[in-house]
């Protein structure tokens, strides 16, 4: 049996439950992001020098939001952001405010990555709509480049999550959390070889639910 769903019902799912049944959104990202630094808290990495490699949409939010939970159990965690601040999805924009009180560095992306043991993918999930070109996909190549470990958030940056092929740059992950479901692009083989091992949080979206109208 394969739960694979498409991008559009993930959305339909995320939407659904916050707004129809009103669970809020930063309670289902504080979940992705509990069940993502799980997997990082008790899975072979090395969280000596974590870098959380985020962009300004909501899954750059789950990334910020995974910073502050390996901060607090004593990981050493910096965060490189894709983009300006004050241009952040309202979540995201919340989760920066979070860790400027336990005084986790921002700073801007780059591509000199060298002395990172650790890195957390959360560029872009389930919102890319393009191909990844230009400084972005410099970025991706420089993490790809790299010889810390990759963990993507959601989805690998680049990566169409319904058809499992490449947009452009795309990370290669050595393991992919994804929430709610996996996602049908998760299937094909060359989807495999950007996921790596692959993690399904639940986060509390539940599609197909009995009390669905
Ligand atoms: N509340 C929610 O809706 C939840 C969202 N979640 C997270 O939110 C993600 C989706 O967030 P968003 O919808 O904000 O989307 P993303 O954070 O995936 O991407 C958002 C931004 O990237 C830009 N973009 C797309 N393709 C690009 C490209 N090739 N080059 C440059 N920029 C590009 C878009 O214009 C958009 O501004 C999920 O994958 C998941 O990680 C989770 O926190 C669960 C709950
Ligand atoms: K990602």
Known sequence: ??????????????????QEIGIPSLV?????ALGAANRLLTGDYD?????VFAGTGNNGGDGIAIARLLHVRGAKV????T????????ETTQQLKIIDYYKIPVIP?????????????AIFGIGLDRPVEGKFATWINAINGSTAKVFSVDVPSGLNADTGEPQGATVKADATSSFAYSKKGFDTAVGKQYTGTLFVEDIGVYLHDKYEG
Do not use: Q, W
């Open 1 to 18: 049996m394969t739960n694979s769903i498409s991008v559009a019902d993930a959305r339909r799912g995320d939407s659904h439950t916050i």
């Open 28 to 32: 289902l990202m504080e979940r992705a």
């Open 47 to 51: 969280l000596t020098n974590v870098l």
């Open 78 to 81: 910096t965060v490189m952001l």
């Open 83 to 90: 983009g300006d601040r004050a241009k952040a999805s309202t």
């Open 109 to 121: 992306a780059d591509i000199n990555l060298g002395d990172y043991t650790t890195i957390v993918d």
